[in-house]
């Protein structure tokens, strides 16, 4: 069992470029999150999702878009990258919403 | 507003010096608290979920408390695998919606 896992591992983005970061769980999770970590920020929602077909804004959805068109996907969108979503990105899931959540290992994101 | 502290933000102890780590919050309506394990590199590892005040988990040398303000993580006789960044997180509200709202972390350090 895999649990949660994200691709690419890591990523060197030209400011301008569409980019789509892909997080995969095998656990049957209703629920699904996208955060970024940045030092001395800690970790901030990005997107959410409750269930399958549904998604919600976190704490910095912008520049950001997410679909859930399955339980096991749920692919993070940067329309036009620029320099200051150089971040570290999680997804990561739960079985129901508010429950613990279970982290990927992460996308390390640079925009140059 | 809810707020989630952590304090210290680094702590350095010699293996086997016993201390604290602190998670304060202020939220209206308390659902459940989180601690994770970060590891360099690595996505957060779920420790404990605590729901209400009097509550107590343990693990290993680990173990959470939960009070109406805060909780502590107590290590006890640490070694230095114990070295990482310990996470506090907060649900909380009535709304089905509501988010998980992260600490800043501490950065525990154990030297052998």
């Known amino acids: 069992i895999a649990g949660i896992t994200q691709a690419p591992t890591s990523q060197i983005l030209a400011a301008g470029r569409r980019m789509t970061l892909r997080c995969t769980q095998d656990?049957?999770?209703?629920?699904m999150y996208w955060y970024r970590q940045d030092l001395g920020l800690g970790l901030r929602l990005i997107h959410y999702s409750n269930t399958a077909g549904t998604t919600g804004k976190g704490e910095v959805p912008d520049g950001y878009s997410v679909s859930r068109a399955n339980t096991d996907d749920f692919p993070l969108t940067l329309a036009s990258a620029v320099p200051s979503q150089t971040s570290v990105y999680f997804c990561a899931s739960s079985d129901r919403q508010g429950l613990t959540q279970y982290f990927g290992p992460g996308t390390r994101l640079l925009v140059l | 507003e809810d707020q989630v502290t952590q304090s210290p933000e680094a702590l350095r102890l010699q293996e086997g010096e016993s201390s604290s780590l602190n998670c304060s919050y202020t939220?209206?309506?308390?659902?459940?608290l989180f601690w994770y394990r970060q590891d360099p590199g690595k996505g957060p590892e779920f420790l404990f979920t605590l729901y209400s005040a009097g509550e107590e988990k343990e693990k290993e040398r680990l173990k959470a408390t939960l009070t109406k303000k805060e909780s502590f993580l107590h290590i006890t006789a640490p070694k230095p695998e114990d070295s990482a960044t310990y996470l506090c997180a907060v649900q909380a509200g009535e709304d089905r919606d509501d988010k998980i709202i992260f600490g800043k972390g501490t950065r525990l350090h154990i030297l052998p």
């Open positions: 656990m049957r999770h209703n629920a």
């Open positions: 939220v209206s309506g308390l659902r459940g």
